[in-house]
């Protein structure tokens, strides 16, 4: 470094040396080998190499397992309130590239690492901005990034309305933040009476709980994988497994299904579900059940229901660790197994898996040993991942989690 910089020096093992200069932006507590002491939890901190080789600048968390997340690999970077708004502007600029215009209504603005902002999650419905704060560092600067966040959209031309913090994540745990949720109190800023919104996606009109529902309140990643799921539901009789709030079922029956059936084990999900179906005019079309999948399809297999011709399987994450990966893969035999039994020969399935800890190449052999023990092969259709407003970015595996694939059973 030519110049002098006024942030405390973190030295690191080779093994960070080498992942940082693969691109991946954490320094882990074990590749720490020095760290003054006077410095303080959330700073932002220069990261060297044992030999002082500059490695870049990123925020100190002295409680995570993840010491420091990289915010810059540039010397000439000073984090003051211009470097915070480009970056809004750079993870703004990017959606209006990626997205069809209709779609940046109700998509993901900021996500995380990729957008070199690690700890951050920002998702948008209609007017209403759901933040997540997962690190010290960026909890501390709130009081500046919200005002820049709000000021990137609307000097767009985009309407915002305001803030609301989804902190109710149990990653904040470990960072020793406490977990909270609810509106952001931003200077001159009026918040709305409920916590409760619609949003239209694909042409499908949805409610949207943002205080209540899953993560944000909404999954907008399988964005683009719904779409093709309805282009391939006309005409079909299609059976949704772990529906949600119906998004999957939706689209299929927008997209022209004789009709659909719905599932998932959260009498609230099934009924918001059935108000989304009303919403659209759909509920003709549709019915709904609430049950354990595994255990509604083990039964159906036995009773030999074969009704439906599209099984659709969109599970939540079965393992959120290494250590749990095996017990997934059952997981997601027992129910890919279940459904290409239930189908006929010519039946559609669509499967996936959004957790970045079952690598691809085992799902696909979990799929693969799941139609060998049901005796059918299966022609590939479509392999697809996360909508573009999730981006993957490579050296980054913990960004590339979500694997969808749709088969015909022949």
Same mark, same amino acid.
């Given at each position: 470094?030519?110049? =002098?910089?006024?942030?405390?020096?973190?030295?690191?093992?080779?093994?960070?040396?080498?992942?940082? &200069?693969?691109?991946?932006?954490?320094? #882990?507590?074990?590749?720490?080998?020095?760290?003054p002491?006077?410095?303080e939890?959330?700073?932002?901190?220069?990261?060297?190499?044992?030999?002082?080789?500059?490695?870049?600048?990123? +925020?100190?968390?002295?409680?995570?397992?993840?010491?420091?997340?990289?915010l810059?690999?540039?010397?000439?970077?000073?984090?003051?309130?211009?470097?915070?708004?480009?970056?809004?502007? #750079?993870?703004?600029?990017?959606?209006?590239?990626?997205? &069809?215009?209709?779609?940046?209504?109700?998509?993901?603005?900021?996500?995380?690492?990729?957008?070199?902002?690690?700890?951050l999650?920002?998702?948008?419905?209609?007017?209403?901005?759901?933040?997540?704060?997962?690190?010290?560092?960026l909890?501390?600067?709130?009081?500046?990034?919200?005002?820049?966040?709000?000021?990137?959209?609307?000097?767009?031309?985009?309407?915002?309305?305001?803030?609301?913090? !989804?902190?109710?994540?149990?990653?904040?745990?470990?960072?020793?933040? =406490?977990?909270?949720k609810?509106?952001?109190?931003?200077?001159?800023?009026?918040? =709305?009476?409920?916590t409760?919104?619609?949003?239209?996606?694909?042409?499908?009109?949805?409610?949207?709980?943002?205080?209540?529902?899953?993560?944000?309140?909404?999954? %907008?990643?399988q964005?683009?994988?719904?779409?093709?799921?309805a282009?391939?539901?006309a005409?079909?009789?299609? +059976?949704?497994?772990?529906?949600h709030?119906?998004?999957?079922?939706?689209n299929?029956?927008?997209?022209?299904?004789?009709?659909?059936?719905?599932?998932?084990?959260s009498?609230?999900?099934?009924?918001?579900? !059935?108000?989304?179906?009303?919403?659209?005019? +759909?509920?003709?079309?549709?019915?709904?059940?609430?049950?354990?999948?595994?255990? %509604?399809l083990?039964?159906?297999?036995?009773?030999?229901?074969?009704?439906?011709?599209?099984?659709?399987?969109?599970?939540?994450?079965?393992?959120?660790?290494?250590?749990?990966?095996?017990?997934?893969?059952?997981?997601?035999?027992e129910?890919?197994?279940?459904?290409m039994?239930? +189908?006929?020969?010519?039946? #559609?399935?669509?499967?996936?898996?959004?957790?970045?800890?079952?690598?691809?190449?085992?799902?696909?052999?979990?799929?693969?040993a799941?139609?060998?023990?049901?005796?059918?092969?299966?022609?590939?259709?479509?392999?697809?991942?996360?909508?573009?407003?999730? =981006?993957?970015l490579?050296?980054?595996?913990?960004?590339?989690?979500?694997?969808?694939?749709?088969?015909q059973?022949?």
């Amino acid at each position: 470094m030519k110049h =002098p910089r006024p942030y405390p020096i973190v030295t690191i093992t080779k093994k960070g040396q080498r992942a940082i &200069e693969e691109g991946h932006p954490w320094v #882990y507590a074990g590749e720490v080998l020095s760290c003054p002491e006077a410095a303080e939890n959330g700073t932002i901190v220069d990261v060297c190499s044992e030999k002082g080789t500059w490695l870049g600048a990123g +925020l100190l968390s002295l409680s995570s397992l993840i010491r420091v997340r990289l915010l810059s690999r540039n010397p000439n970077d000073a984090f003051d309130d211009g470097f915070w708004f480009r970056r809004f502007q #750079y993870a703004w600029a990017y959606r209006k590239s990626v997205l &069809e215009p209709a779609d940046l209504t109700a998509c993901r603005v900021v996500f995380g690492e990729s957008d070199g902002l690690p700890g951050l999650t920002v998702d948008r419905f209609n007017d209403i901005l759901v933040v997540q704060t997962l690190s010290f560092g960026l909890e501390q600067r709130k009081h500046t990034l919200f005002p820049l966040l709000i000021r990137t959209l609307r000097e767009d031309g985009q309407d915002i309305r305001c803030i609301y913090e !989804r902190n109710d994540e149990a990653l904040r745990d470990k960072e020793g933040l =406490p977990q909270h949720k609810g509106f952001a109190p931003l200077p001159g800023e009026a918040m =709305p009476a409920g916590t409760v919104t619609q949003i239209t996606e694909n042409g499908v009109k949805y409610t949207v709980d943002f205080e209540n529902g899953q993560k944000t309140g909404f999954f %907008l990643d399988q964005k683009y994988n719904r779409r093709a799921v309805a282009r391939l539901a006309a005409g079909k009789r299609v +059976l949704d497994c772990f529906t949600h709030t119906g998004s999957f079922a939706l689209n299929a029956a927008l997209g022209g299904a004789e009709h659909v059936t719905a599932v998932d084990v959260s009498q609230s999900a099934v009924d918001m579900a !059935r108000q989304n179906a009303i919403l659209n005019g +759909l509920e003709g079309r549709m019915d709904f059940l609430c049950a354990d999948v595994f255990d %509604l399809l083990p039964r159906l297999v036995e009773e030999k229901r074969r009704e439906w011709d599209f099984i659709i399987l969109d599970p939540p994450a079965f393992t959120k660790s290494r250590r749990t990966a095996d017990q997934a893969a059952r997981g997601y035999k027992e129910i890919n197994y279940r459904a290409m039994k239930l +189908l006929p020969r010519g039946g #559609y399935l669509a499967t996936c898996s959004c957790s970045h800890f079952m690598e691809e190449r085992r799902f696909l052999g979990v799929i693969a040993a799941a139609a060998r023990d049901a005796g059918v092969q299966l022609k590939q259709i479509e392999a697809r991942q996360q909508s573009p407003d999730h =981006p993957i970015l490579w050296g980054v595996e913990e960004t590339n989690y979500l694997k969808f694939y749709l088969f015909q059973l022949v």
